[in-house]
């Protein structure tokens, strides 16, 4: 299965635009003597399989028995960050006898809601082509299309090759027949380039361009590229002193899976699964959603800050779609869609869109991540063109969701992250987000030279927080945690990540309320990665570390520990799917600026670490090799105890 940034096709049962499978470019089949593979998958046995994540390439071996003859197969598959649109793999097959072996390298499209708009074994113009063949796939609905062209190369002996050239709406497909020995074996490599409509108007004939080049460079300079590029990456690896190794692994997963599905090529952000999906689940279609802005966009801006401004741009291309989304509602400024559609940019919630009808706090999300992307990297370019249009027309959208009452300004009938049937007045996250926001336009209309609307201030001042007589911020007016989803800790998401300046009396009796409610929470996606963070910052060292275990880490699936949606034991957990980015975008966060007590501003990077330092138990210190900050490489250190963390550059 295949899927592509910003390539999407109608939904087949809900029709709405969604992340579509497209062809898969890296298809294959294999022959003993006559007997292919795909007609005896039986034959297989001794799968294994590993993943490298410092260099971000599966190898896959087996054993195929066929005709009197047994062939250990080794496949290497990768896709290559410095060409962003190649992947690329290697097959090496050694037989235990000499026999007539046949390898084919296949793009495949069967299977797939779509058609073939377009298949070339040519290169009009050329003499001799310049890769074995292009393909143009459109997606159902014909929303989008994308772009493929193969290239291939066998060593290993001497081969009749045969490119299938007569059908013309069958896959691209090489094959290679050779005379096998025993004491030799045989490497086919292929190289595939996947360009999606939203990258080249044209993209079957920019993948040919993009092929040849990779030809040019050769599998091997393409191989080590990418291993450097990951080197790269790898240098902003985050070590837990004193953590269980179990933990540190599934650290570690979670900076892969969130840097290999991120990329500053990309035009369509990622989705709340990264670039992954399932046959039988696709609740979220490929959207992208609130959860991304908010959980994934800040850990990307420390190790990819480029990938991270790619993300951005993608929300940067929607501004008609989130001003038009405002004006249908009445309001003025930007309302970002509460399900952008992968290539257009425009709501694409499934049926009634209940949530992006009442959960209205996606626009807060979307404001923030553009303010941090200015005051981590200090690009003063971005905050004027980039930044200030989104912190402007947000602020803006803010004063006009408010309605004046006796008790200031309050936002009635909106949904917080605790999705619930009716909407309630007041959402307590809603409204620290919108505070947050509010001041940040206002800090961000200083620095450009502008005059800041003088209602942006007054709704920030005014804007009505509900507190409980014990001193507890509630989560909405009306708040029991006994109602359905009660015990969801929104509040605390306001203290963390938004940095909410409750007065501390107030944010500790909020923080003991709801971490007392933990168990009837956790379990659930997204904020329970926050729950270690949360802890430390009430000082109980214990209930941050078993916090961690039973918010994260009991989410973890085995195989090349992928972060669940929900914890398995969850009634709600239907399907086990992951890498879930909430969930691993929340805990890298909690790691970076959380444990670390980093708030990030527009000021002197250096007094961003505000919190003494309280980890889990038995962590003795978070050390990041590299974090970037305002363009330079610094070192992020936080040692239990100390009085701050330490940011220094390298």
């Not at 602020?395 to 999705?419: C, F, N, Q, Y």
């Not at 007589?469 to 306001?494: C, M, N, Q, W, Y």
């Not at 909020?510 to 949360?534: C, I, K, R």
Request: glycine letters at 8%; hydrophobic letters at 45%; aromatic letters at 10%.
């Amino acid at each position: 299965m295949a899927i592509v940034s910003g390539f999407a096709g109608e939904h087949p049962e809900r029709r709405v635009e969604a992340a579509a499978p497209a062809p898969y470019p890296l298809a294959g089949d294999l022959g003993l003597n006559g007997v292919w593979l795909s007609d005896q998958p039986w034959a297989v046995s001794n799968l294994v399989q590993d993943y490298d994540f410092a260099t971000g390439e599966l190898t896959s071996a087996f054993r195929f028995e066929a005709a009197g003859v047994a062939a250990e197969v080794s496949v290497t598959t990768f896709a290559c960050r410095s060409a962003a649109t190649i992947v690329l793999q290697e097959v090496e097959v050694r037989v235990d006898r000499a026999c007539d072996l046949s390898l084919r390298a296949v793009v495949e499209t069967a299977g797939l809601r779509g058609r073939l708009a377009r298949r070339r074994m040519d290169t009009p113009g050329e003499p001799e082509p310049a890769c074995d063949g292009s393909l143009l796939w459109e997606s159902e609905g014909a929303l989008s299309v994308c772009g493929y062209a193969l290239a291939t190369e066998l060593a290993g002996g001497e081969a009749e090759r045969l490119v299938q050239a007569w059908d013309r709406s069958g896959p691209l497909q090489t094959e290679y027949r050779l005379r096998a020995r025993a004491d030799r074996p045989v490497t086919l490599r292929q190289l595939v380039a996947i360009v999606p409509s939203v990258a080249h108007d044209r993209p079957d004939e920019e993948a040919v361009r993009r092929v040849a080049r990779a030809r040019a460079s050769s599998f091997e300079t393409l191989r080590q590229r990418n291993r450097q590029a990951w080197a790269e990456i790898w240098k902003g690896r985050i070590v837990v002193r004193g953590a269980d190794p179990e933990h540190q692994a599934m650290i570690d997963a979670a900076v892969f899976y969130l840097n290999c599905s991120t990329h500053a090529a990309s035009r369509a952000a990622t989705s709340i699964f990264g670039l992954a999906t399932w046959h039988d689940y696709n609740y979220y279609f490929g959207h992208v959603m609130w959860d991304v802005d908010a959980f994934c966009v800040p850990p990307l801006l420390f190790f990819q800050p480029d990938a991270a401004r790619a993300m951005l741009d993608f929300r940067t291309r929607g501004l008609a779609a989130a001003r038009a989304n405002a004006r249908l509602s009445g309001r003025d400024g930007l309302q970002f869609p509460w399900e952008a559609a992968p290539s257009s940019g425009q709501e694409a919630s499934p049926g009634g869109g209940d949530a992006a009808a009442h959960e209205d706090h996606v626009s807060l999300h979307v404001a923030r991540a553009f303010a941090l992307y200015a005051d981590v990297t200090g690009d003063e370019v971005f905050l004027e063109e980039d930044a200030w249009p989104v912190l402007s027309g947000v602020a803006d959208w803010i004063v006009s969701r408010t309605t004046r009452t006796k008790r200031g300004l309050e936002i009635l009938r909106v949904i917080g992250p605790a999705e619930v049937p009716e909407p309630p007045d007041n959402d307590a996250f809603t409204i620290m987000a919108a505070i947050q926001i509010l001041r940040r336009a206002i800090r961000a209309a200083e620095q450009t030279g502008r005059p800041a609307p003088a209602e942006w201030a007054a709704t920030a001042e005014q804007l009505f927080l509900p507190i409980r007589a014990d001193g507890v911020i509630a989560a909405h007016d009306g708040f029991r945690v006994s109602e359905p989803k009660g015990a969801t800790p929104s509040p605390l998401a306001g203290l963390f990540p938004y940095d909410h300046p409750s007065p501390e009396g107030e944010r500790q009796k909020t923080l003991d309320f709801y971490l007392q409610h933990w168990e009837a929470y956790v379990g659930a996606p997204m904020f329970p990665a926050l729950y270690a963070t949360w802890a430390a910052m009430a000082g109980d060292r214990d209930l941050s570390l078993k916090l961690f275990g039973e918010g994260y880490a009991a989410y973890d699936q085995g195989r090349f520990h992928q972060c669940l949606e929900y914890r398995p034991d969850h009634p709600d957990s239907q399907v086990r799917a992951g890498p879930f980015f909430a969930n691993i975008g929340g805990m890298l966060l909690g790691l970076m600026l959380g444990l670390t007590g980093v708030v990030i501003d527009d000021g002197d990077p250096q007094t961003w670490s505000r919190r003494p330092i309280v980890l889990p138990r038995g962590w003795t210190a978070i050390e990041i090799g590299r974090v970037w900050v305002r363009g330079r490489p610094m070192r992020l250190s936080a040692t239990q105890g100390a009085a701050r963390a330490e940011l220094r550059p390298l």
